[in-house]
């Protein structure tokens, strides 16, 4: 409860969701110790999992509690209050990209496999983590190159999949084709139409576990022909993002050829220019990081501007004029920069600015060479120790080597000797 107080305060436009597998998991806990603990829990696993209509839900739960006795009990009855944080038939209708009610929470834990255990210490978990990241962003530049450079073969005539096909990353576009895929269970019937809007009801097959079939369940879908708006009541799209099968065999009935780019999420394209990515980062290489040292030095110019602006409400409309303005420009076309050439750029004989190394300034508390150092911290300074007094004995060798070769080439000069080969 706190935690949702709290999110409430914070986080105004976001929505708090509870985990169901957790919840889930306490069945056994909760009523385990009922008699009909075993049909109590299989109603409740399908009103859970199954229902697709939120009256059904509400009705087989209150049925359910009524039936075998269990009215009283105030697990059921919590849950029932909070049924909206949990249950996937009212959660389905907001935007969460995807992300399962019911999956266990793995995405930290792919992040660092393989680089952090249960015995890794702090020092090695910061080396570590540096090292997941950039195993991290090689993979994303991997998964981008192969978007640009590769796609997945079409799998059917449909004009839309090719257009998709175009504008998704292949990972995307593996979970459209999909739901092409699954168009071959669906069944379409005209149910009425009222002006430009017309309702259709298709039938899917809903499979369980193990691609088992279970049941046969009907959608609703409406479609606007003129406005070129349509939804569907299983909220594919409003909960992932991704057109259903459903609303594709809405499109291949009518013949639709290209589907409108607000069907087509941004963040699911490939051409999309993700803002994380001018980040600098210690494995950019120098060469091809221009664009993001670029875009770096922009936004602290940005900032002092933004500054100056923010003192005034004067300042803040004209500076704001003026930023329209350029942008307006470079949207256009080059020959307003060509036409504008900065101060900056013609002052090119100015005289460098030199600065000077601090002083240096003793830090607070206990000095670096009376620091405590851990066991493997003195095991790594008395290997380097080793390494240097090593290198050093080597060194001193070839200089008496040399010196010797030297003494030799002069005492045979003095003796009037000549060599005619460059072997002392």
């Not at 909206?84 to 992040?111: C, H, L």
């Not at 602006?309 to 704001?320: P, R, T, V």
Request: with cysteine; aromatic share 12%; proline share 3%.
């Amino acid at each position: 409860m706190a935690i949702q107080g709290a999110v409430r305060l914070v986080f105004l436009n976001s929505h708090h969701r509870l985990y169901l597998w957790h919840i889930m998991k306490k069945v056994p806990e909760k009523l385990g110790g009922l008699n009909e603990y075993k049909a109590i829990k299989k109603i409740l696993k399908r009103i859970t999992y199954e229902v697709v209509d939120i009256h059904d839900f509400e009705d087989t739960y209150l049925k359910m509690m009524a039936e075998f006795n269990i009215d009283k009990n105030e697990w059921l009855n919590s849950l029932f209050k909070i049924r909206d944080r949990w249950a996937p038939i009212y959660v389905k209708g907001i935007f969460w990209v995807g992300m399962s009610a019911t999956q266990r929470s793995e995405s930290v834990n792919a992040f660092f496999d393989g680089y952090v255990g249960p015995t890794t210490s702090l020092k090695q978990f910061v080396e570590q983590y540096d090292n997941a990241l950039k195993s991290k962003i090689e993979k994303e530049n991997k998964a981008d190159f192969a978007s640009f450079n590769s796609c997945f073969p079409l799998i059917t005539d449909c004009y839309f999949e090719k257009q998709l096909q175009e504008a998704y990353t292949n990972e995307i576009f593996k979970l459209f084709q999909d739901e092409l895929r699954g168009m071959i269970y669906c069944n379409l019937t005209l149910n009425g139409s009222h002006g430009a809007v017309c309702s259709i009801q298709v039938s899917d097959i809903v499979k369980g576990k193990e691609c088992v079939l279970r049941k046969q369940v009907v959608y609703n879908v409406y479609y606007n022909e003129e406005e070129f708006d349509i939804k569907c009541s299983c909220q594919l799209f409003e909960f992932k993002g991704i057109i259903c099968r459903l609303i594709c065999k809405v499109f291949l009935e009518k013949n639709v050829k290209d589907i409108p780019s607000r069907y087509i999420l941004s963040r699911w394209r490939k051409n999309i220019k993700r803002m994380h990515t001018y980040v600098l980062n210690c494995y950019d290489d120098p060469q091809t990081s221009e664009e993001k040292q670029r875009y770096n030095k922009l936004c602290s110019h940005f900032t002092k501007a933004a500054e100056f602006g923010a003192e005034s409400n004067d300042k803040y409309i004209f500076l704001m004029k003026c930023v329209d303005e350029v942008i307006e420009k470079l949207m256009g076309n080059t020959t307003c920069m060509e036409k504008f050439t900065p101060m900056s750029l013609e002052a090119t004989d100015a005289p460098h600015q030199n600065f000077l190394t601090p002083l240096k300034v003793r830090s607070k508390g206990r000095p670096p060479s009376k620091r405590k150092k851990s066991k493997v911290e003195e095991i790594i300074i008395r290997n380097k120790k080793k390494k240097a007094q090593t290198k050093g004995h080597v060194a001193q060798d070839d200089h008496c080597t040399q010196e010797s070769v030297v003494n030799l080439n002069s005492i045979s000069i003095n003796l009037g000797f000549t060599s005619q080969c460059n072997d002392p």
